[in-house]
């Protein structure tokens, strides 16, 4: 059994998901250019290109936009599948002590800006569907920009924001199956449970072959597509069968993610951001700035998630129900709680279920996502960039 230091592997994640948040930053950037400039036509017409058959008559041909938001994205979710399984086995979430904090702020985090974004809409029955859309943390793009601090951020407080990420993530994973789930075919679902029942046995048998689980994630893909639960749901639900031993590298899930993680981060996410940021800013004046959905969005992403968190946070420590990390001042705990209003992807996806085929909707979503996320990452990288840890004890 090979066994790594847990903060050589902390490391290697963190430096991973830095580097991808870099190149996110920079897709997203790329998409604005080009939604608004001589190759914008190209831009669009590329993303709606039919490029294949019919897998789902639910969602019709497919196209580039949907092999990347129902295909590659599926991948995306298998990878947030294998961290959460593993930190619940192996990392700081298999320990209910260091789990209390992360999961109070991940939840209070969620809740509140929700909340924001309802209170906003007032009601709108249109617009209550994207009450999800400012719940969402981007791991990638939050890393990446604490990574242009450098060593003004300690690990410790990295390994925060990412643990917050992590727990955010299976909220998210849950609103999705059950929040955006319309016009179940049974018969599929009951074909994708005999599959899990499949990746299940083959776990509970020994099986530590890599590829069965991954054709069986394959077709449980196909069956989830087919059976009107989105089909990324797929990715975390056949994550909960790769097997894991503890401290142990060559295990399967290790394997797999690892060999996932470069992918995800500077192919798949970067491809997502480049196909969902863009947004054509053509005949549209100042005034969309405050369109419901706009504000609802920036202020959730901004104003719900800071206060979320910070306010979850004190409130346990307060209750003596946990701690902050070791060292960190609230100035620094409040910089996490402002990056963490970075929503991005997971608020860009969670968009497109909320309001599919809307496109003035959607655009307001884009831009309103994009501001409470610049937002947040602005505010968040200045309060860090000047926060002092607590003194040592002397």
Aim: aromatic share 8%; proline share 4%; with cysteine.
């Amino acid at each position: 059994m090979i066994r790594s230091s847990p903060v050589s592997a902390l490391r290697a994640f963190l430096q991973d998901e830095a580097a991808g948040g870099i190149v996110l930053i920079a897709a997203a950037v790329l998409a604005m250019i080009a939604a608004n400039s001589s190759v914008a036509e190209s831009y669009f017409h590329l993303l709606h290109a039919e490029t294949g058959p019919v897998i789902s008559p639910a969602i019709g041909a497919m196209t580039v936009h949907l092999w990347i938001n129902d295909g590659l994205m599926a991948v995306f979710f298998l990878l947030v599948g294998l961290e959460i399984k593993r930190e619940l086995v192996d990392g700081d979430l298999s320990d209910a002590r260091k789990r209390r904090l992360p999961v109070v702020a991940a939840a209070a985090g969620m809740i509140v800006p929700a909340l924001v974004y309802l209170v906003v809409v007032r009601g709108d029955a249109t617009l209550t569907r994207g009450w999800a859309i400012p719940a969402a943390t981007d791991i990638a793009f939050a890393i990446g920009v604490m990574a242009l601090l450098g060593s003004r951020v300690s690990a410790s407080l990295k390994l925060f924001l990412t643990t917050i990420a992590i727990v955010d993530d299976m909220g998210a994973v849950a609103i999705i199956a059950i929040g955006y789930t319309q016009g179940l075919d049974i018969a599929a679902l009951a074909a994708a449970a005999g599959v899990l029942a499949i990746m299940a046995a083959m776990n509970r048998h020994g099986v530590r072959r890599l590829t069965p689980y991954l054709l069986a994630a394959a077709v449980l893909w196909w069956l989830v597509l087919l059976s009107g639960v989105h089909a990324t749901v797929a990715g975390v639900l056949a994550a909960i069968f790769i097997p894991i031993e503890r401290d142990d590298q060559r295990s399967p899930l290790h394997i797999l993610e690892h060999a996932l993680s470069p992918w995800v981060a500077f192919m798949i996410v970067p491809l997502f951001g480049f196909a969902n940021a863009g947004v054509s800013l053509a005949g549209m004046s100042m005034s969309v700035l405050i369109e419901p959905v706009v504000i609802a969005v920036a202020a959730g992403l901004f104003l719900g998630k800071q206060v979320g968190i910070l306010g979850g946070i004190a409130l346990a420590e307060k209750l003596g129900f946990a701690r902050r990390p070791g060292r960190a001042s609230w100035a620094q705990i409040y910089g996490v709680a402002l990056l963490a209003g970075i929503g991005f992807t997971m608020s860009l996806f969670i968009g497109g279920l909320a309001f599919p085929g809307n496109a003035p909707l959607m655009d307001e979503v884009k831009i309103g996502v994009l501001g409470g996320s610049i937002l947040s990452a602005l505010a968040g990288f200045c309060v860090l960039r000047f926060a002092k840890p607590v003194p040592e004890a002397t």
